[in-house]
Nanobody, 118 residues
C-alpha cells in the first residue's frame, strides 16, 4: 500500500521560506511523478508543481520563480522549497504520486498546513 507523508508545514511571515517534504513508501518511487497540490479555504484544490520520473518540472504561474520542486530517489522523498512566501500561499498542501509523466495522480498524502502571515 502506497503511503505519502508530508512534513515541514507551519506558520511563517510573508517573505519567509519553508521546505515541505513528502516521504513515500510502498511504491517504486523512482518511476512515479510527484506533485504538490494546495487547497485554500473555500477554494478548489490546485496544482502547485510536479516533477516527472525523469526530473522534468512544471510549476503553476503563481509560484514560478519562488518555489522549487526536487526529488531524491535514494530517499524516496520529494521536496518543495518555498521562498518569498505570500499570504495567498496559505493553504493545506498535499503531496501526490502518479504516472511517470504526471498526467494522472493515484495516491495522496493527508496534507500539511502552511500559513503565511502578513
Amino acid at each position: 500500500q502506497v503511503r505519502l507523508v508530508e512534513s515541514g508545514g507551519g506558520l511563517v511571515q510573508a517573505g519567509g521560506s519553508l521546505r515541505l517534504s513528502c516521504a513515500a513508501s510502498g511504491t517504486i518511487f523512482s518511476i512515479k511523478a510527484m506533485g504538490w497540490y494546495r487547497q485554500a479555504p473555500g477554494k478548489q484544490r490546485e496544482l502547485v508543481a510536479f516533477i516527472t520520473s525523469g526530473g522534468y518540472t512544471n510549476y503553476a504561474d503563481s509560484v514560478k520563480g519562488r518555489f522549487t520542486l526536487s526529488r531524491d530517489n535514494d530517499k524516496n522523498t520529494a521536496y518543495l522549497q518555498m521562498s518569498s512566501l505570500k499570504p495567498e500561499d496559505t493553504a493545506v498542501y498535499y503531496c501526490a504520486a502518479g504516472s511517470a509523466s504526471g498526467s494522472s495522480w493515484y495516491d495522496w498524502g493527508q496534507g500539511t498546513q502552511v500559513t503565511v502571515s502578513s
